[in-house]
């Protein structure tokens, strides 16, 4: 049996759209006073884009953090007092600060997003407190309209932008055995695929478009087909404090490869993708051209820490992962993903 439920949005996709297209769309909301969410990060560039806004901009939230600390929610919700829509302009740290306004508020949020994590089509938020990261899932917070433009990626730096990459990657080689998936996440789980590993191995304007669109198809992917066992694994290290992007990107090639031998429908679908007859060694080739680490270890994670992950992970992984992902098998996966082999 299949369940498969659409989620509604708007996206505009295009280089240059974030210029050309952003007032018309805020427009298209009926908003009259929008809140701004952006670091200060690309600040003059934040102002540009918001320029022809002109007084419809009615406030501006900065204090963006990483998993968004409750406080950090606390301050943007007060900030959008009077506000009648939320306009976040960045990476999934803005967007997730833009969702926990709107989780509470239920104002409509347009996302122009900076990075390629996916939020902005997930209706899933995230708080953190005390190093205790919490999730849920809410229609109020799934973006309303998503403006996708290249040029606001090409510009990450190379690291970061190929982390990133991954992290989409992730969000679509697991949908193909997350528990929610259907014969729809699975064909735009493949594509997504192919437009991230074509994005990986370009450069430019041209593979920031490539990887963006992938990350757009990814996420949607992952918004229906839902966490598997590598998006527990990877929540379980964020809370430990691992960086979000470079986690995903060090854990798939493992998670994978652990997976592989019961998944023979996404082998075959990763393998058209990629090209390849191995997408294990595929996507491990791809993976070591960018320069993401082998292992966790390299991350700052203690092997101290390792049966800690094991233990939180086993409470929470899916039953009906393809292959056994009992404590014996998730401490076997944890150590080689931790070694780096
Ligand atoms: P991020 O938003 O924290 O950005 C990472 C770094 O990149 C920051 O320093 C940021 O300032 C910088 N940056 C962003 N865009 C840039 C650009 N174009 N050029 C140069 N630098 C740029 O990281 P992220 O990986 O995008 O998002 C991670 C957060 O999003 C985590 O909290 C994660 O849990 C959340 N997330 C949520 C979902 C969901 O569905 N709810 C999905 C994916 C990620």
Known sequence: MHTYEALPGRVV??????????????????????????????????????????????A???????????????AARAAAAGADAVLAIGGGSTIGAAKAVALTTRLPVLAVPT???????TPIWGLSEDGVKTTGVDLAVLP?????????????????????ALNAMAHCVEAFWAPRR???????????????????????????TDLLRGAWLAGTAFAVAGSGLHHKLAHVLGGLGLPHARTHAVL????????????????????????????????????AGTGVPGGLRALGLRADQLATVVERTAAVVPPDHPVPAGRAELTALVETAWEGE
Not at 144 to 150: A, G, I, L, Q, W
């Open 13 to 58: 996709f295009g280089a240059g759209v974030a210029r050309t297209e952003l007032a018309a769309e805020v427009d298209r909301l009926g908003a009259r006073a929008v809140l701004l969410i952006a670091s200060t990060r690309d600040a003059e560039r934040v102002r540009a884009l918001a320029a022809p806004l002109g007084d419809r901009v009615a």
């Open 60 to 74: 501006t939230f900065t204090d963006v953090r990483e998993h968004v600390p409750v406080a950090t929610a606390e």
């Open 115 to 121: 990075t390629y994590a996916g939020s902005e089509v």
């Open 144 to 164: 309303r309209t998503v403006v996708y433009d290249p040029e606001l990626t090409v510009s990450l730096p190379e690291g970061l932008a190929a982390a990133s």
């Open 182 to 208: 259907n014969p729809v996440s699975s064909v735009i789980a493949e594509e997504a695929v192919r437009s991230l590993a074509a994005g990986l191995s370009g450069s430019g304007l041209a593979a920031a």
């Open 252 to 287: 798939l090639p493992h998670v994978l490869a652990f997976t592989a031998p019961g998944a023979p429908e996404a082998v075959e679908r990763l393998g058209r993708a990629l090209g390849t007859a191995d997408p294990v060694a595929g996507l491990r080739a791809l993976v």
